[in-house]
C-alpha cells in the first residue's frame, strides 16, 4: 500500500516537472522568459528533483492601477528587466494614461518546486542561510511543494494621477537613479545566488 502510494506521488511528481520544463522551454522560444534568467532556470531542469515555476530576475517599472492598487485592473504600463534613464521614465510618463501610475523595482523572486517536505525544506534552509529571509513554502501538497525565493530590494510610490506627474523633474532623477542602484545590487545578488544553488543541487 505505501508503494502504490509511493509510486502515485513520484508519478505525479514527475508529470508536474515535465509540465513546468515545457512551460519553461516554450516561454523561452516565444521570448517571453527573462533573458538574464534563462541559463540558470536551465540548469534547473537538470536537477531531477527540483523545478521551477514563474520566476523573474527583477525589474523597475511603472504600473497602471487604481487607488486600490486592485490586481484586477493593474496592467504594466512600461517594464524594464534592467536599469532604464531618466528620459525613458520621463517620455512614459508623458504618454496619456489614466488612473494611478506606480514607479516600482521589484527584486529577483523564483518559485521552486519539490516533491516532498525533506526537499522543500533542504531549499528553504538553503535560501534563509544565503540571506534571502523573505522565503517560504507557500504551497505544500504530496508531489508539489513550492517555496517562493526573493530579495529585499524594493520601491514603490506613485508618480502619476491621470495625466498630472506628481513629481517634479529633480525629484523623478532623483527616484530614477535609487531604482537603479536597488537593480545593481539585486543583479550582483542574483549571479551569487545562481551560483550558489548550482553549485549545492546540482550534483
Not at 78 to 106: P, Q
Not at 112 to 141: H, P, R, T, V, W
Not at 177 to 192: D, H
Amino acid at each position: 500500500m505505501q508503494n502504490t502510494s509511493k509510486n502515485s506521488i513520484d508519478q505525479k511528481y514527475d508529470m508536474i516537472k515535465k509540465n513546468h520544463t515545457n512551460t519553461l522551454l516554450k516561454a523561452i522560444s516565444e521570448n517571453k522568459a527573462d533573458l538574464l534568467i534563462i541559463p540558470f532556470l536551465l540548469e534547473i531542469t537538470k536537477i531531477p528533483d527540483i523545478f521551477t515555476s514563474s520566476s523573474c530576475a527583477g525589474r523597475i517599472m511603472l504600473l497602471s492601477t487604481d487607488e486600490n492598487e486592485s490586481k484586477k485592473v493593474s496592467h504594466f504600463h512600461k517594464r524594464f528587466h534592467r536599469v532604464v534613464t531618466f528620459d525613458e521614465i520621463k517620455s512614459a510618463l508623458n504618454e496619456d494614461t489614466s488612473g494611478e501610475i506606480w514607479l516600482k523595482a521589484e527584486p529577483f523572486i523564483f518559485h521552486f518546486g519539490a516533491k516532498d517536505y525533506i526537499k522543500a525544506k533542504e531549499i528553504l534552509d538553503f535560501c534563509q542561510q544565503f540571506g534571502l529571509k523573505k522565503s517560504g513554502i507557500i504551497a505544500s501538497n504530496e508531489g508539489k511543494f513550492i517555496i517562493e525565493v526573493t530579495y529585499t530590494q524594493f520601491m514603490a510610490l506613485p508618480v502619476k494621477k491621470d495625466n498630472l506627474i506628481l513629481v517634479d523633474d529633480f525629484y523623478l532623477n532623483l527616484i530614477v537613479s535609487k531604482a537603479n542602484t536597488k537593480m545593481e545590487l539585486n543583479f550582483k545578488r542574483l549571479k551569487y545566488f545562481e551560483n550558489a544553488f548550482l553549485n549545492n543541487f546540482l550534483k
